[in-house]
């Protein structure tokens, strides 16, 4: 987000004050060992009736594979995520279409845009029942979509086997937003492709014009 | 009184079971070929400190529906001691 002009600012998991930030970010990694389910313990962290309460009043919120995880879990974003098709960690990068501009991370990009992000996770599989399927697919919640380097969507070209290839969704308001690949790691072109940057670009300007 | 309950968790009919999938794939390897429809799940086992057995199956059933289990993707089931092998 500096790189971008943006200030970060570390939030603690075990603090229960979001210290005034304009949006939050819930990076990847691991948490609690990601024992039980991928994010299930920490979506119980102290912090995160703060973020809760940031989401509810209209506040962006970000996650991030691991983050991703976590707002799947706490309720903020439809769906799951489980093992890969392949039971294989995959870390390289993929390409992602983006398939709504109502959410922080996407309002600056357009429909059918496609992005050269990195992905790293070892259980980055979407699923959701059929009935919750039908509605995010009915309510337009998809955001991103694996999809080939000319934005195909195939099943050659879905890393992990998630439901529609999905790659990532928002909630039903357009305020919060999750995604398993690493747009953080994708910003630098020292360090690889730069997908990543017209995403937190569009949160900037977002968070920027609710100040 | 202590109460022993185990708590069954499974993934819901219908959604693909990558864990399952794969012991399914290793098993005709090892000469059984009659082999269908393998689920994972997860076995938990807890004791609860309480009144009465309702009022700790209570407690258990809140449990797996907040924590043990999330009802996006799994089902669980809740055994008591009666059904619990000693």
New interface residues.
């Given amino acids: 987000m500096e790189l971008l002009g943006g200030r970060g600012v570390p939030l603690w998991h075990a603090e229960r004050d979001l210290a005034g930030v304009d949006a939050v970010i819930l990076p990847g990694g691991f948490s609690y060992g990601d024992y039980l389910r991928c994010g299930a313990i920490a979506r119980f962290a102290p912090i995160m009736e703060e973020v809760v309460r940031f989401a509810a009043a209209g506040g962006p919120v970000v996650g991030i594979c691991n983050g991703f995880q976590i707002l799947c879990e706490a309720g903020l974003l439809p769906g799951a995520l489980i093992r890969n098709r392949s039971l294989r960690f995959i870390c390289r990068v993929v390409h992602v279409r983006v398939e709504s501009s109502r959410s922080p991370l996407t309002e600056g990009v357009a429909v059918g845009e496609v992005l050269e992000i990195p992905i790293k996770h070892g259980e980055g599989q979407f699923v959701a029942g059929e009935e919750d399927l039908a509605r995010i697919e009915g309510e337009g919640l998809v955001v991103f979509r694996y999809c080939g380097p000319d934005g195909t969507v195939d099943d050659e070209h879905n890393p992990n086997g998630s439901a529609h290839a999905i790659a990532g969704v928002r909630n039903e308001a357009g305020n919060v937003v999750g995604l398993m690949p690493h747009p953080e790691h994708a910003v630098d072109p020292d360090l690889g492709p730069t997908g990543g940057q017209p995403l937190l670009a569009s949160l900037l300007q977002h968070a920027l014009a609710r100040v | 009184m202590k109460h022993r309950f185990e708590v069954l968790v499974t993934?819901?009919p219908?959604?693909?079971d990558?864990?399952g999938k794969?012991i399914e794939g290793a098993l005709p390897a090892m000469g059984w070929t009659n082999v269908r429809d393998v689920r994972v799940g997860?076995h938990i086992a807890l004791t609860v400190e309480a009144d009465s057995v309702e009022a700790a199956r209570a407690q258990v059933e809140e449990m797996a529906r907040r924590?043990?289990s999330?009802p996006?993707?799994e089902d669980y089931r809740i055994l008591d001691a009666r059904e619990v092998p000693a």
Avoid: E
């Fill in positions: 993934l819901r219908g959604l693909l990558p864990q794969a997860k924590l043990l999330n996006v993707i």
